[in-house]
C-alpha cells in the first residue's frame, strides 16, 4: 500500500525538480557583463560567462578596468559569481597576474535580461574594482 504513496510523491517531485534546474539554467544565461567586442577598441557588448573579458570602454581608463583571460564562473547568474582567471594588463608583454574575480550588483539591462554592474579583482598586488552599466552596449 505505500508504494502508491512513494510512486505518487516521485511523479510530484521530479517535475519540480526539473522546472527547477530550467529556471536557474534561464536565469544564468540571462545575466551578462558589458566585455569588450572582439575586434574592436571601444566597444562593450554583453557576454554571458565569459571566458575572456576585457572592461576597458570608451570613457573607461586603463588603470580603472581589467583585462582578464582563462575566467573560470562558479554561481553565475546568482547576486554575486566568482571567478579565477589571470590578468594580462594592458601592456606588452602581458602581465599574466592569477586573480580571483567577484562581480555583483546584478540589476535588470536595457535588453531584457540582467546585468552585472560591478566588478572586483584581487590579486597578490592588491585589488581593483570597477562600476558597469546596466546595457547591452555601448
Known amino acids: 500500500m505505500k508504494k502508491p504513496l512513494l510512486s505518487a510523491l516521485l511523479l510530484t ?3 519540480c525538480a526539473a522546472i527547477g534546474t530550467q529556471v536557474s539554467t534561464a536565469s544564468a544565461a540571462t545575466t551578462s557583463i558589458l566585455c569588450m567586442k572582439s575586434g574592436s577598441t571601444s566597444k562593450r557588448v554583453a557576454k554571458s560567462r565569459p ?3 576585457n572592461t576597458l570602454g570608451p570613457t573607461s581608463s586603463f588603470a580603472g578596468s581589467v583585462n582578464l ?3 573560470k564562473w562558479s554561481k553565475w547568474g546568482s547576486s554575486v559569481a566568482t571567478a579565477t582567471g589571470t590578468d594580462k594588463g594592458f601592456h606588452e608583454p602581458a602581465e599574466n597576474v592569477s ?3 567577484t562581480v555583483s550588483g546584478r540589476k ?3 535588453c531584457g535580461g540582467y546585468s552585472y554592474t560591478k566588478v572586483k579583482v584581487e590579486s ?3 585589488k581593483r574594482e570597477q562600476s ?3 546595457k547591452c552596449s555601448d
Open 51 to 53: 571566458t575572456a573579458c
Open 99 to 101: 586573480v580571483k574575480v
Open 108 to 110: 535588470k539591462n536595457n
Open 69 to 71: 583571460t582563462g575566467l
Open 13 to 15: 517531485a521530479l517535475p
Open 124 to 126: 597578490d598586488n592588491g
Open 132 to 134: 558597469l552599466p546596466a
